[in-house]
């Protein structure tokens, strides 16, 4: 398995409901990210979690919880969100060995987020 | 603070022209380039890396560390490259990609 699965591939939501964003890998990859795109926008990153702990938080705001419960597997479980949070949220992997030049990250198809 | 910036939004030619898209970036540290491409309903995947030297379906790109420059080049564009081509740069040694906003490349028939 070469792919980063994510689930669901479309969600939306009221700004009062929890729901949860789900990734998976079986690549043996030890690091995993979390970005999100807006409409004609880049990718900007959220969250790394390395090894299974969080490395970096790009000063996200704490209505996005990450969770890493295995190196397979990656969470976002969302709280009180906002209609400016829509957007397509991109999971990726690699292989995390830092330092390395050829740690490529292999990226998910994405789920679309839709805040009412 | 580490910045990429790909100044056309949309790159438009016709089958068979050469295709240039730029990629500036500004950084003083050590960066990785790479360039990044979406086709239509694709996830997003590499192209290509600088360090690796490589042409990847035609495509190749030099680190120009003078100009600070990492322009993605093809001698002849296929209709089968109108992609969203984003050009990302990396700290040696660390995780975090920063893109640019991405040229959406069209190839004409």
């Known amino acids: 398995d070469t792919e980063v699965t994510q689930t669901p591939k479309h969600l939306v939501m009221g700004m009062t409901n929890k729901k949860s964003l789900k990734c998976e890998q079986h690549m043996g990859h030890r690091a995993m990210y979390w970005y999100k795109q807006k409409a004609k926008k880049p990718p900007e990153l959220m969250f790394v979690y390395s090894y299974e702990k969080l490395s970096i938080n790009e000063s996200v705001p704490s209505r996005f919880s990450p969770e890493c419960p295995n190196s397979s597997l990656l969470n976002l479980h969302l709280h009180a969100l906002q209609p400016e949070d829509s957007a397509l949220y991109l999971c990726?992997?690699?292989?995390?060995?830092?330092?390395?030049?050829?740690?490529?990250?292999?990226f998910g198809p994405g789920t679309r987020l839709t805040v009412l | 603070a580490q910045r990429v910036t790909q100044p056309e939004k949309l790159l438009s030619v016709f089958k068979g022209a050469p295709v240039e898209l730029k990629c500036n970036y500004s950084?003083?540290?050590?960066?990785?380039l790479f360039w990044y491409v979406q086709y239509s309903r694709q996830r997003l995947q590499l192209l290509l890396r600088?360090?690796s030297r490589e042409s990847i379906k035609g495509f190749t790109a030099d680190l120009n560390k003078g100009e600070t420059s990492f322009h993605l080049k093809k001698p002849f564009a296929q209709e089968e490259d109108s992609a969203m081509y984003y050009c990302?740069?990396?700290?040696?040694?660390?995780?975090?990609?920063?893109f640019g906003t991405g040229t959406r490349l069209l190839v004409s028939p």
């Open positions: 990726a992997s690699s292989q995390d060995r830092a330092g390395a030049q050829d740690d490529e990250q292999f």
């Open positions: 950084y003083s540290g050590s960066p990785e």
């Open positions: 600088h360090i």
């Open positions: 990302a740069l990396r700290d040696t040694g660390f995780q975090k990609l920063v």
